[in-house]
């Protein structure tokens, strides 16, 4: 799998747009950039994957670079709940593959 | 998605006994992992859950320290063999389904160790 190059630590807002950067220079064709967060004492969230299209749903937004070198995992809104680490992780496609975690960003949402 | 269960939820251990970490998924799953997550550490894959054959360890973990078991598509144990406190930690369960498409990961919530 492809290594992601992340921030160790970002601030936010309360209720501001809070936009987590990652870098994988060297993503293949056939990964999926994958963002998931882990609140202090619980396990890891599923937020949003994807290949080379930008994506939203209703936790997130990802916007991935036409060159799909680097990405950005936008909050739109964010709230004190979203104080978390943030994983920025990449993988190739199908089943049978493990993740493999980094260091993350640590995102600290202020009031 | 897939709901995951770990039980003990948290446990502390003399040093020298085992404690054996339970997971269940409310659906078939065909990948599960199980992960250890050392105090302000990110989470360190420890071995894949393969249904009816051995686990697949990572570098650095052994058969003997983490024996894992996977009965069926949705439960797998991992033993911490003759703790000491070094394997204070929390352990996470993983499961994934398999596709052609991207497939995301779930996990349990975590069993806190704690070894006296």
């Known amino acids: 799998d492809a290594k992601t190059t992340q921030p160790p630590s970002m601030d936010c807002a309360e209720g501001r747009a809070a936009n987590l950067p990652c870098n994988h220079s060297?993503?293949?064709?056939?990964?999926?950039v994958y963002w998931y967060r882990q609140i202090h004492s619980q396990g890891p969230q599923y937020i949003i994957h994807?290949?080379?299209n930008n994506e939203t749903n209703e936790m997130a937004s990802l916007i991935i670079t036409e060159d799909r070198k680097s990405s950005t995992l936008i909050l739109p809104h964010a709230t004190l709940r979203d104080t978390a680490v943030y994983y920025c992780?990449?993988?190739?496609?199908?089943?049978?593959?493990?993740?493999?975690f980094g260091t993350g960003t640590k995102l600290q949402v202020i009031p | 998605s897939a709901v995951i269960s770990q039980k003990p939820s948290r446990d502390i251990c003399q040093r020298g006994t085992s404690l054996t970490i339970q997971c269940q998924v409310d659906?078939?799953?065909?990948?599960m992992f199980w992960y250890r997550q050392q105090p302000g550490q990110s989470l360190t894959l420890i071995a894949t859950?393969?249904?009816?054959?051995?686990?697949?360890?990572e570098s650095g973990f052994v058969i003997d320290k983490f024996p894992i078991s996977r009965p069926n598509l949705t439960f797998s144990t991992l033993t911490v063999s003759n703790m000491s406190p070094e394997d204070s930690s929390i352990y996470l369960c993983?499961?994934?389904?398999?596709?052609?498409?991207?497939?995301?990961?779930?996990f349990g919530q975590g069993t806190r160790l704690t070894v006296v």
């Open positions: 060297t993503i293949s064709g056939n990964e999926y």
């Open positions: 992780i990449v993988r190739v496609s199908g089943g049978y593959q493990k993740v493999t």
């Open positions: 659906s078939q799953v065909t990948m």
């Open positions: 994807g290949l080379k």
């Open positions: 859950a393969n249904q009816g054959s051995e686990a697949t360890y």
């Open positions: 993983s499961a994934q389904g398999t596709g052609t498409g991207a497939t995301e990961a779930f």
